[in-house]
């Protein structure tokens, strides 16, 4: 079942702007996950932030939780062209339900960035 | 290179064939995965494996018979699937079950004809 959703389904910006991706999960959560894929490759671990945190950062990544509103966003500063790709969220509640780790994704951010 | 690597990339089948899909993990990784990705669906996670045992079978057809002999390897035998089978599969691991990050392959195409 979809835990996490991602919103807004597509973005398309200019490089060098930011692009805000944000995620919505409805029940409690060990940690949540962001990874990228590119268009038929596999995907790309980028950053965990568990549940205990409020905002992590690596690079030009930048990503808050607010788990009182179940809610997550990833910010990409200064954007490239590279960075197009689809990114995804995904949350573990494995410590909640109990059984074997089950990280369930949402069906993603199309993001493009225009030259 | 994610440490990962699945074969075939593309695979072309009827629905009568019988196939497999490859997955090894040079990581020293406990816990592999197989994951389904069709068009405009969340991931569905399909077979969890650790330390070469089954732990979760999310309600998976039989048509799909995963395989694990060892914590390095993962197959995906296939039968008699259905076009609506078309996908892109992939495989990931990790360090162990609930150890967060996730290392996948880049995925095997599946056609189904």
């Known amino acids: 079942s979809q835990q996490g959703e991602e919103d807004p389904q597509a973005l398309s910006i200019q490089e060098g702007e930011n692009a805000t991706m944000n995620c919505s999960y409805k029940?409690?959560?060990?940690?949540l996950q962001w990874y990228r894929q590119n268009s038929g490759r596999g995907l790309v671990h980028l950053i965990l932030?568990?549940?205990?945190?409020r905002e992590k950062h690596s690079g030009r990544l930048r990503v808050t939780l607010d788990t009182s509103k179940k809610s997550s966003s990833l910010l990409i500063t200064a954007s490239r062209a590279a960075d197009t790709a689809s990114y995804f969220c995904?949350?573990?509640?494995?410590?909640?339900?109990?059984?074997?780790?089950?990280?369930?994704f949402g069906k993603g951010t199309k993001l493009t960035v225009n030259p | 290179e994610t440490g990962v690597t699945q074969t075939p990339r593309h695979l072309v089948m009827g629905m009568t064939n019988k196939k497999s899909l490859k997955c090894e993990q040079h990581l020293g990784h406990n816990a592999m995965y197989w994951y389904k990705q069709s068009a405009k669906k969340p991931l569905e996670l399909m077979f969890v494996?650790?330390?070469?045992?089954?732990?979760e079978n999310n309600s998976v057809p039989s048509r799909f018979s995963p395989e694990c002999p060892n914590s390095s390897h993962l197959f995906l035998h296939l039968h008699t699937l259905q076009p609506e089978d078309s996908a892109l599969y992939l495989c990931?691991?990790?360090?162990?079950?609930?150890?967060?990050?996730?290392?996948f392959g880049e995925g095997s195409r599946l056609t189904v004809l």
């Open positions: 494996y650790n330390f070469k045992e089954q732990t």
């Open positions: 995904a949350t573990d509640s494995s410590s909640f339900q109990g059984g074997s780790e089950k990280l369930v």
């Open positions: 029940t409690s959560i060990n940690n």
């Open positions: 932030i568990r549940s205990n945190e």
């Open positions: 990931a691991s990790s360090k162990g079950l609930g150890t967060g990050e996730l290392f």
